[in-house]
């Protein structure tokens, strides 16, 4: 894979959003834990903006980019 492709920064941009929602849910736990409710209710929007940025990434399909076929 040639070191600037798409397909590569794709890769790290769903690494990053999935290392978000791992965060979001780690603070909703401790929230939880805590009994913070300010808190739950911020990690959980914050949770669900995560699920809608990676939306586009488990509607892709094998060879069709998010901004069209390649």
């Known amino acids: 894979m040639p070191e600037n492709s798409p397909r590569r920064d794709e890769k790290y941009d769903l690494w990053g959003w999935l290392l978000f929602v791992v965060s979001a849910v780690f603070f909703m736990a401790s929230s939880i834990r805590a009994g913070d409710v300010v808190g739950l209710l911020g990690g959980t929007f914050f949770l669900l903006?995560?699920?809608?940025?990676?939306?586009?990434?488990?509607?892709?399909?094998?060879?069709?980019?998010?901004?069209?076929?390649?």
Not at 54 to 59: D, H, I, K, M, T
């Open 49 to 70: 903006a995560c699920a809608a940025f990676l939306v586009p990434y488990l509607g892709s399909r094998k060879g069709v980019r998010r901004d069209g076929p390649r």
